[in-house]
């Protein structure tokens, strides 16, 4: 067995015993926006995280100037990692609509546009003690989805996290495990 696929075995295994925590997470939009003349590219963001007493956190984020979609997807990754440690959780499985973000740290790519994201991404990830992030189909974020559109209609820097579940996202997508 070669050496990728045996680390990807030791990772789902290992994958069985974190999910104590479930974070349904970069699920995000990008716009352009105008600031005076000039274009700028927001970007926007939205994440639950279920817990094992059946209740959510759930928050979402507005951050101006991001070069490309796929710095966007970074941001919301990054994000979601930062108030997780904040709150105390070190042993999480995350899951990104984003195939190409997973990809890309999976393989331990190094893309010299994304060098201080991934700076970031791998110095939060050291103080995990048991970390993993999978691809989810967009049908199955369709949580932190709506917590993204609601973040972009807002169309301003901002970041927020709470505990009660907004109106409307207790259990939108039938499909989705509760």
Known sequence: MSRKKLQRKERRESEHHQRRIRWGCTNRDVKWMHLGRHPILLSVGGFVMDQEDESSISGSFGR???????????????????????????????????????????????????????????HLRSFFTLFSLSFIYRDFNSRADLLAKGARAKGYEFSHVNTLVPPGLAQTNPLEPA
Request: no cysteine.
């Open 64 to 122: 101006n100037q991001v070069l490309y979609p796929l710095h966007a997807e970074f941001q919301a990754l990054l994000s979601a990692m930062g108030n997780s440690l904040r709150m105390g959780h070190e042993s999480m499985h995350f899951e990104s609509d984003s195939l190409q973000i997973v990809k890309l740290i999976e393989e331990e790519e190094f893309w010299p546009a994304l060098a201080s994201e991934l700076d970031e991404f791998f």
